[in-house]
């Protein structure tokens, strides 16, 4: 049997941070080897705020060159760059063309963002969730790995799914596959260093909000050492008055590869001086690998520059192939 399609992707606006590891891309590393995946760099969406052009290519760059540091595989991956392929921008007129405004006004990220973004609101942000429906969609994905703030994005996708087969499609042929989302419980909402019951975001203006993935040892000591806790005696998982500490014990499990209970059997007597050092110390080990494989990758752009005109043919053959169907099924002109 064919194995199922995984497509996902991140915003190449500055460097990966802890929560878009855990949340997202170490889980597309653990179940790459069952699925036929498409990670993409979605370079597209990285305008619906301000940028700067001067390093939106390094950006991308950088994006793609982690996706191979953290463990992508390509024998069984393909990574590309969203703008390389016209398609989506393509798919993305159509789609809104059927999609209710006032869905998109209601997506809670875009309310969030808007509000940050004051008078200088882009069309661009209130379409974002479309743009994502037809990156997805392109690919017949099966399944979407992301973090929990997705979850919304994915309900959306399928209801502009369902819309396009409902008026365009006959009923035993839809024309485009439901995707579902795939969101580990664990490692799902990564809370920022500061304050634990805000997300760990790149659009925290704090960096000390956040540990990024190439974040030196003596900058993830200094962020550790300065992070928020509480005075309370002893560590706990899953008490809501203690957030910071249910997150810094969720990093610990996570980056040490030990479970709940292993770590609670070893940190619940423990005081913050004792945790604090310990959880360095594994944050480091747990980057090093990726830092120097990401080294390597960037030392050698003619093989990162291979690996996305490779990722471009082959994600560009299936974006086509679907767009054409949906233009089909929309009426549109072709000439043969
Ligand atoms: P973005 O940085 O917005 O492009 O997000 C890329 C991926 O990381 C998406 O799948 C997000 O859901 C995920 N992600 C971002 N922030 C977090 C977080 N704090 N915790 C868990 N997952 C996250
Ligand atoms: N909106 C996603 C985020 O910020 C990024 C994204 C764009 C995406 N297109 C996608 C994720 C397609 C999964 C699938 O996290």
């Known amino acids: 049997m064919a194995k199922q399609r995984i ?19 170490r889980n597309w590393v653990e179940v790459q080897e069952n699925y036929d995946n498409f990670f993409c760099v979605v370079d597209l969406h990285a305008i619906t705020v301000p940028h700067d052009p001067k390093i939106l290519a390094k950006d991308t760059y950088t994006i793609a060159a982690l996706y191979l540091a953290c463990g992508i595989d390509l024998n069984n991956s393909t990574i590309f760059v969203q703008s390389h392929i016209s398609a989506h921008s393509e798919l993305t007129w159509l789609l809104n063309c059927i999609t209710p405004l006032n869905w998109l006004e209601k997506m809670i990220q875009f309310k969030e963002k808007a509000l940050k973004q004051g008078e200088n609101v882009s069309v661009g942000l209130l379409d974002y969730p479309v743009l994502m429906a ?3 969609l392109l690919y ?23 819309r396009i087969n409902d008026k365009f499609g ?8 439901l995707p579902e989302a795939l969101i580990r ?7 920022s260093l500061t304050d634990g019951t ?35 005696k002893g560590l706990e998982f899953d008490n809501p008055e203690r957030p910071e500490c249910h997150n810094l014990l969720t990093l610990y499990s996570l980056l040490s590869g030990k479970n709940k209970e292993e770590v609670k059997a070893e940190c619940s007597e423990m005081g913050w001086g004792q945790f604090k050092p310990l ?16 080294q390597e990758i960037m030392d050698n752009q003619g093989y990162l520059n291979g690996v996305l005109k490779e990722g471009k043919e082959k994600a560009e053959a299936v974006a086509n192939n679907t767009l054409s169907r949906v233009k089909k099924a929309m009426g549109y002109l072709t000439l043969n």
Do not use: F, W
Not at 140 to 155: F, I, N, S, W
């Open 7 to 25: 497509l996902s992707g991140v915003q190449p606006t500055g460097n990966l941070h802890l929560g878009n590891y855990l949340g997202a891309i």
């Open 134 to 136: 037809a990156d997805i």
């Open 140 to 162: 017949d994905a099966d399944k979407v790995p992301v973090g929990d703030d997705q979850k919304q994005h994915l309900e959306l996708t399928r209801d502009i799914a369902v």
């Open 170 to 177: 006959k009923k035993k042929e839809p024309i485009l596959k």
């Open 185 to 191: 419980k664990e490692g799902a909402r990564i809370m």
């Open 198 to 232: 805000k997300k760990m975001s790149k659009s925290d203006p704090s960096e000390l909000s956040r540990i990024s993935l190439l974040d030196s040892p003596d900058v993830i000591n200094k962020k550790i050492k300065k992070c928020k806790t509480d005075p309370l």
């Open 279 to 294: 959880l360095t110390e594994t944050t480091i080990e747990a980057l090093k690998p990726i830092q120097e494989k990401y």
